[in-house]
T-cell receptor
Framework: QQPVQSPQAVILREGEDAVINCSSSKALYSVHWYRQKHGEAPIFLMILLKGGEQKGHDKISASFNEKKQQSSLYLTASQLSYSGTYFCGTEGAGNMLTFGGGTRLMVKP | DTGVSQDPRHKITKRGQNVTFRCDPISEHNRLYWYRQTLGQGPEFLTYFQNEAQLEKSRLLSDRFSAERPKGSFSTLEIQRTEQGDSAMYLC??????????FGPGTRLTVL
């Protein structure tokens, strides 16, 4: 029941864009996105709720297709600080998050 | 500092010993979560509390694991008779309801 993230890894040049996808096999109430740098705790980026409500950082955008149980995170004009591992966490029944395996993003100068 | 704190940050123990970790959530948050994370994987849900009530526990969680949040504030996670497979980073997070979860720095457990 772990959501599937794609791609598993991506390398960008500074200023390039990227899309990270998250797909679940179960009905979802919400999708949460986090970024984790090596040796640090995950940091909240975005939450997308069933019904269209979103909450997150201004420079991050994401979409949530409730019918397809999919979410995508859009990173535009990437900066070096965007490097890290991105996790989606899906919330179904039970108020608990199930995290995907992560997408490793490296932004190079 | 008003973030989530965890103690200790590192714990090395011998197989068979018991260990206890503490988590202090953000004070106004009513939910507290415990996760386990191994290298290269996402956090794996263990259990969560709403105030002092433990509302959900992972079916994968061994009976050797127990968690408490006696006064609805800090929480402890105890692992009895540790095994080498318990070696991981144990993360605590807190939230207000289903809002975003704020993670602590984690406790890295090494079982020898």
């Amino acid at each position: 029941q772990q959501p599937v993230q794609s791609p598993q890894a991506v390398i960008l040049r500074e200023g390039e864009d990227a899309v990270i996808n998250c797909s679940s096999s179960k009905a979802l109430y919400s999708v949460h996105w986090y970024r984790q740098k090596h040796g640090e705790a995950p940091i909240f980026l975005m939450i997308l709720l069933k019904g269209g409500e979103q909450k997150g950082h201004d420079k991050i955008s994401a979409s949530f297709n409730e019918k397809k149980q999919q979410s995508s995170l859009y990173l535009t004009a990437s900066q070096l600080s965007y490097s890290g591992t991105y996790f989606c966490g899906t919330e179904g029944a039970g108020n608990m998050l199930t995290f995907g395996g992560g997408t490793r993003l490296m932004v190079k100068p | 500092d008003t973030g989530v704190s965890q103690d200790p940050r590192h714990k090395i123990t011998k197989r068979g010993q018991n260990v206890t970790f503490r988590c202090d959530p953000i004070s106004e948050h009513n939910r507290l979560y415990w996760y386990r994370q191994t290298l290269g994987q996402g956090p794996e849900f263990l259990t969560y509390f709403q105030n002092e009530a433990q509302l959900e526990k992972s079916r994968l969680l061994s009976d050797r694991f127990s968690a408490e949040r006696p006064k609805g504030s800090f929480s402890t996670l105890e692992i009895q008779r540790t095994e080498q497979g318990d070696s991981a980073m144990y993360l605590c997070a807190s939230s207000w309801g289903s809002d975003e979860q704020f993670f602590g720095p984690g406790t890295r457990l090494t079982v020898l």
